[in-house]
């Protein structure tokens, strides 16, 4: 007995062509920003590491938040020295 799933196909999400600036911090020390419609990981140019991004900007974010993004990522934020 197959229940009738009802699955209405009415999930058709509209690509409203959002582009993601994705900024990367590496290990090794690079950083880089990219341009995706998603935000995805990314390999660095100098180490070839999968890099995931710190943080992704749909348009939406200030200069002053990416700016605490990075601190965190890269660690210049010394509140957390106990
Ligand atoms: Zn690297």
Known sequence: MYP???QENSDDTEYVGVM?????LCVCG??????????C???????NKEIEPYISDDGSLTT??????YQ???GSNSSANT
């Open 64 to 69: 002053r938040k990416i700016d605490k993004a």
């Open 20 to 24: 993601w600036t994705n900024y990367y």
């Open 41 to 47: 990981n990314d390999h660095c140019p100098v180490c």
């Open 4 to 6: 009738e799933l009802d």
């Open 30 to 39: 690079e950083e880089w920003q990219d341009t995706h419609s998603c935000c």
């Open 72 to 74: 965190i990522a890269s």
